[in-house]
T-cell receptor, first 116, second 113 residues
Framework: AQKITQTQPGMFVQEKEAVTLDCTYDTSDPSYGLFWYKQPSSGEMIFLIYQGSYDQQNATEGRYSLNFQKARKSANLVISASQLGDSAMYFC?????????????FGTGTRLTIIP | DAGITQSPRHKVTETGTPVTLRCHQTENHRYMYWYRQDPGHGLRLIHYSYGVKDTDKGEVSDGYSVSRSKTEDFLLTLESATSSQTSVYFCAAGAYVGGTEAFFGQGTRLTVV
């Protein structure tokens, strides 16, 4: 079974609109963390935001927020007021414990294109 | 990149030859990871390390081995490269259990001909 599922292979959004990128996860570990990364066409991986499983509030970082719904096992990324520079691949990832070690697993990604 | 360097950045090699990719970090991160990135598959975990000489397999470990003899270096070896191992390889590192960020290297583009 997929640990991290991103069901939107691609999205097109008008500039200045808000964007929601979907991510669902599957784990039996009670202590886990969820990440979002951005990968622009240049190829580097850029960390955006993190949410811990015990965090009471949804994480926010500037225009990025993480809509964490624990019961639904979803961790959607919301980008407010999208900009042309937001066009990139976006990856959701989960850190979970594995016999005392930590494993970091990624989804297949969503390619976001912002239309002027 | 938080002090994570991958080498080489690009490599073309022939089928059947051994290849070693190096990941070097300067931040004393405990956890290190190797991923491969292929279109439609995202980043898939090859191997990871939770300390010197402590490594474990990821979801696509067949054909790959790793070694970590020092905290700062994590080596990925393709014992006998195949065309299916043509990919972009990323190294990542994290500081401690529960860390809130994993830092990435710049990636290595490997082509097996």
């Amino acid at each position: 079974a997929q640990k991290i599922t991103q069901t939107q292979p691609g999205m097109f959004v008008q500039e200045k609109e808000a964007v929601t990128l979907d991510c669902t996860y599957d784990t039996s570990d009670p202590s886990y963390g969820l990440f979002w990364y951005k990968q622009p066409s240049s190829g580097e991986m850029i960390f955006l935001i993190y949410q811990g499983s015990y965090d009471q509030q949804n994480a926010t970082e500037g225009r990025y927020s993480l809509n964490f719904q624990k019961a639904r096992k979803s961790a959607n990324l919301v980008i407010s007021a999208s900009q042309l520079g937001d066009s990139a691949m976006y990856f959701c990832a989960m850190r979970e414990q594995n016999f005392g070690n930590e494993k970091l697993t990624f989804g297949t990604g969503t390619r976001l294109t912002i239309i002027p | 990149d938080a002090g994570i360097t991958q080498s080489p950045r690009h490599k073309v090699t022939e089928t059947g030859t051994p290849v070693t990719l190096r990941c070097h970090q300067t931040e004393n991160h405990r956890y290190m990871y190797w991923y491969r990135q292929d279109p439609g598959h995202g980043l898939r975990l090859i191997h990871y390390s939770y300390g010197v000489k402590d490594t474990d397999k990821g979801e696509v470990s067949d054909g790959y081995s790793v070694s970590r003899s020092k905290t700062e270096d994590f080596l990925l070896t393709l014992e006998s490269a195949t065309s299916s191992q043509t990919s972009v390889y990323f190294c990542a590192a994290g500081a401690y259990v529960g860390g809130t960020e994993a830092f990435f290297g710049q990636g290595t583009r490997l082509t097996v001909v």
